[in-house]
């Protein structure tokens, strides 16, 4: 399994951004599928989590700004962000188990 993260980039407080998490291989859609961001000098953190269902579950700092989803057909999972903060900035990585995306950067500034 291949995890490809991208959607990353500088936005400004209140912004939007959807991150992508295309997955090679199989088992995206029979897997829990996690969203984790890492900011500088903090450890990693989980941000969402999406299960096989389609049940999810958010960390408290994020809820009701974030959305994770998946689409099966396209072995993509989504986390669109909406009303972000400077502190959401981080490296966003997605993981499939043991599998990890390599991350992409989210920067939230003025």
């Known amino acids: 399994v291949q995890l490809q993260a991208s959607g990353g980039g500088l936005v400004q407080p209140g912004g939007s951004l959807r991150l992508s998490c295309a997955a090679s291989?199989?088992?995206?859609?029979?897997?829990?599928i996690d969203w984790y961001r890492q900011a500088p000098g903090k450890q990693r953190e989980l941000v969402a989590r999406?299960?096989?269902?389609?049940?999810?579950n958010y960390a408290d700092s994020v809820k009701g700004r974030f959305t994770i989803s998946r689409d099966n057909a396209k072995s993509t999972v989504y986390l669109q962000m909406n009303s972000l903060k400077p502190e959401d900035t981080a490296t966003y990585y997605c993981?499939?188990?043991?599998?990890w995306g390599q991350g992409t950067l989210v920067t939230v500034s003025s």
């Open positions: 999406i299960f096989s269902g389609g049940s999810t």
């Open positions: 291989g199989s088992g995206l859609s029979r897997n829990v």
């Open positions: 993981r499939l188990g043991p599998y």
